[in-house]
């Protein structure tokens, strides 16, 4: 069963920076696309960031220029550098993954951020 689990949220000071991991088990094939989504209260879930192929990056024009997205291919593993962090960027994070093969998304269980003014 295949499993996404994030680690590195928690409380930080505005400006401060936090770095996302996600790492997944019991798969034996490579995510076509990587990727981390956030929701805080009372809003949709929206799109941070997300690496497709290994070439192609989104980032959400909310947090260009302070977050950054990379990806260890061999391990399946993804990566959110979170600088400048604002108190408008508290949420639970969600690491994504798609698979082609199977046309699914798999989904995280979440990780807090909390970011005090």
């Known amino acids: 069963q295949v499993q996404l689990v994030e680690s590195g949220g928690g409380l930080v000071q505005a400006g401060g920076s936090l770095r996302l991991s996600c790492a997944a088990s019991g798969i034996i094939f490579r995510f076509n696309a990587m990727g981390w989504y956030r929701q805080a209260p009372g809003k949709q879930r929206e799109l941070v960031a997300r690496?497709?192929?290994?070439?192609?990056?989104n980032y959400s024009d909310s947090v260009k220029g302070r977050f950054t997205i990379s990806r260890d291919g061999a391990k399946n593993t993804v990566y959110l550098q979170m600088n400048s962090l604002k108190p408008e960027d508290t949420a639970v994070y969600y690491c994504?993954?798609?698979?082609?093969?199977?046309?699914?998304?798999?989904w995280g269980q979440g990780t807090q951020v909390t970011v005090s003014s």
């Open positions: 994504n993954a798609y698979y082609s093969g199977s046309s699914r998304n798999y």
């Open positions: 690496i497709i192929s290994d070439s192609s990056i």
